[in-house]
């Protein structure tokens, strides 16, 4: 593993073995135990757009590992001013261990893959979101032991949360059912790869049917970061497509419910649900935290052997 660009580039077993490292990274996180495994790195974080939740939990895990990050709006990078991906990648491999950038454009992020010579993870882009989703896949693994032979179901916008979690689920053994409106499926390069999974992949335009017997229900926002000019369309294009108490009663009594967040009430998801399912969405991000942290030690070279 090289770079994470998208959650392709894992196998299943890789997957795996970052949610092992990021359980025991959590353990020592929670028990005061020092890791400082990646002392004397750094990590560049480009960010294209806003973010809460990526930028803390990158720039206090690379603390907690020992290493310091670095915040670098794209605004303030001659990349603004018309500088080839190129050549900043080139350049900021010169100074830095690792980059971490959200991007707009997925094959931005792919550039950076390509000229730098040092290992870049996807901090989002308009294709996937590989971070969130080990995060959301070492949360349903707490939740509920292990991985396999479960069913997940995703309500919403064919999108790079979508995307990922597609990829993610099957590549574990979970499987996957999809409900978005017509017109907003997931990428075709995923329902590609989904196809060679057979049954564990369902796409259907009810919630209802997708949420049947999940054991994780998952949901975003209709209106992602970026596609704020399509606002009106989308809302009128995606009522009917939340998660609201008659899709979770579809789903497993025990059934879990995860949000990425930001979260907008009354839309994607109620406000009751998300409130009585608030313990499951917030481990989800504090997750971010543990699962980047197994990501930057296996790509930064910090990684340890416990006997
Ligand atoms: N879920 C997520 O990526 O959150 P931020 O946009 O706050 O980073």
Not at 42 to 63: D, N, P
Not at 126 to 134: E, G, K
Request: charged content about 25%; aromatic content about 8%; some cysteine.
């Amino acid at each position: 593993m090289k770079h994470l660009t998208r959650l392709m580039d894992l196998s299943g077993e890789e997957i795996r073995d970052i949610l092992n490292l990021a359980d025991q990274l959590k353990y020592e996180t929670k028990h005061n135990i020092p890791h400082p495994h990646l002392q004397g790195k750094t990590l560049g974080m480009i960010f294209e757009k806003v973010s809460t939740r990526t930028r803390v939990s990158f720039e206090a895990g690379m603390y907690q590992l020992g290493g310091h990050a670095l915040f670098l709006s794209s605004k303030e990078l001659q990349m603004f001013r018309g500088e080839p991906v190129e050549d900043t990648a080139r350049t900021l491999s010169r100074y830095v261990s690792g980059l971490m950038i959200r991007a707009f454009d997925q094959g931005e992020v792919d550039s950076f893959a390509r000229y730098a010579g040092i290992p870049v993870i996807n901090g989002m882009t308009d294709f996937a979101h590989p971070c969130q989703v080990l995060a959301d896949l070492m949360t349903v693994r707490e939740y509920k032991g292990s991985l396999e032979g479960l069913k997940m179901a995703y309500i919403g916008d064919g999108n790079n949360m979508c995307n990922s979690l597609i990829v993610g689920a099957l590549q574990t053994g979970m499987r996957i059912s999809v409900a978005c409106p017509k017109g907003y499926e997931p990428a075709p390069e995923v329902l590609a790869f989904a196809e060679k999974y057979g049954d564990a992949f369902e796409l259907t335009h009810d919630p209802v049917k997708a949420a049947e017997n999940a054991d994780d229900v998952q949901t975003d926002v209709w209106v992602s970061s970026g596609m704020e000019s399509q606002s009106e369309q989308r809302h009128r294009d995606f009522v009917g497509y939340g998660v609201t108490a008659e899709v979770m009663a579809a789903a497993r009594e025990d059934a879990i419910l995860q949000h990425p967040l930001p979260a907008h009430r009354g839309e994607e998801i109620s406000g009751e649900l998300f409130e009585a399912h608030a313990g499951e969405i917030f481990d989800e991000a504090e997750n971010r935290l543990h699962a980047q942290k197994a990501v930057l030690m296996k790509l930064l070279g910090g990684e340890v052997t416990r006997g």
